[in-house]
């Protein structure tokens, strides 16, 4: 499933912050591509080198990465998705702040998970789980726009915030906890950074939101 939009309500302000974050992603992304493996080597985080206070500036440098093209789109497309309406209702500063601690929550996260890695950890999607999970407090009743993968079959059908949102929690948490029993990293993907994200922007959303913005909404907290 991938979701596409929120089809109840749309940003009253331009999402600034969201479409300057993505393009961010996206000149970072072309560094990538056009150096070689030494710009990931010394700007993605290591967990055993973070746990011993080591390089400790590339758990920010490692949320603007990406491990490819679908990591990089499918990332961004979530982004798109979700983090308008919250940026919406926190305001530009207060939404980076919830963005950037949401990311650094997720990488420690990963890194409690396993600290003695040696395996060059990056991308953003621990801070969009942090985005995904305030969205999951404010506005759980939206429905998303989704497209779903059906086998071959291919349709785009609206899923309220709090099933879609609950079952890709569901997902990251159980494919976790089977990646740590079996003392494995999840093959390529941090499990445990998307389960930090979404319990830390659950959790602290409605510190981040301004009452102001909520009363534009017509909303009340």
Request: charged share 15%; hydrophobic share 55%.
């Given at each position: 499933?991938?979701?596409?939009?929120?089809?109840?309500?749309?940003?009253?302000?331009?999402?600034?912050?969201?479409?300057v974050?993505?393009?961010?992603?996206?000149?970072?992304?072309?560094?990538?591509?056009?150096?070689?493996?030494?710009?990931?080597?010394?700007?993605?985080?290591v967990?055993?080198?973070i746990?011993?206070?080591?390089?400790?500036?590339?758990?920010?440098?490692?949320?603007?990465?990406?491990?490819?093209?679908?990591?990089?789109?499918?990332?961004?497309?979530?982004?798109?998705?979700?983090?308008?309406?919250?940026?919406?209702?926190?305001?530009?500063g207060?939404?980076?702040?919830?963005?950037?601690?949401?990311?650094?929550?997720?990488?420690?996260?990963?890194?409690?998970?396993?600290?003695?890695?040696?395996?060059?950890?990056?991308?953003?999607?621990?801070?969009?789980?942090?985005?995904?999970?305030?969205?999951?407090?404010?506005?759980?009743?939206?429905?998303?726009?989704?497209?779903?993968?059906?086998?071959?079959?291919?349709?785009?059908?609206?899923?309220?915030?709090?099933?879609?949102?609950?079952?890709?929690?569901?997902?990251?948490?159980?494919?976790?906890?089977?990646?740590?029993?079996?003392?494995?990293?999840?093959?390529?993907?941090?499990?445990?950074?998307?389960?930090?994200?979404?319990?830390?922007?659950?959790?602290?959303?409605?510190?981040?939101?301004?009452?102001?913005?909520?009363?534009?909404?017509?909303?009340?907290?």
């Amino acid at each position: 499933m991938i979701p596409l939009s929120d089809t109840d309500r749309r940003p009253l302000n331009f999402p600034i912050v969201t479409a300057v974050t993505i393009a961010v992603n996206a000149v970072v992304f072309f560094f990538e591509l056009t150096m070689d493996d030494t710009f990931v080597i010394e700007w993605a985080y290591v967990p055993s080198e973070i746990a011993a206070g080591k390089r400790l500036l590339t758990l920010l440098t490692a949320m603007f990465m990406h491990g490819g093209w679908f990591h990089i789109i499918g990332n961004m497309v979530y982004l798109w998705a979700f983090g308008p309406e919250i940026e919406d209702v926190m305001g530009r500063g207060r939404y980076l702040a919830f963005y950037l601690l949401g990311g650094l929550a997720a990488s420690l996260a990963q890194i409690g998970m396993n600290p003695s890695s040696n395996i060059p950890n990056l991308g953003a999607s621990g801070a969009i789980a942090a985005v995904m999970g305030a969205f999951l407090i404010t506005f759980p009743r939206d429905r998303i726009r989704t497209l779903v993968f059906l086998g071959w079959f291919v349709t785009i059908t609206m899923i309220p915030a709090v099933i879609l949102v609950g079952f890709w929690f569901l997902i990251q948490l159980f494919s976790g906890i089977g990646a740590l029993t079996q003392r494995q990293s999840g093959g390529g993907i941090a499990y445990m950074a998307h389960v930090g994200g979404l319990v830390f922007g659950a959790l602290t959303a409605k510190l981040f939101e301004s009452r102001k913005r909520l009363n534009a909404r017509g909303l009340r907290r």
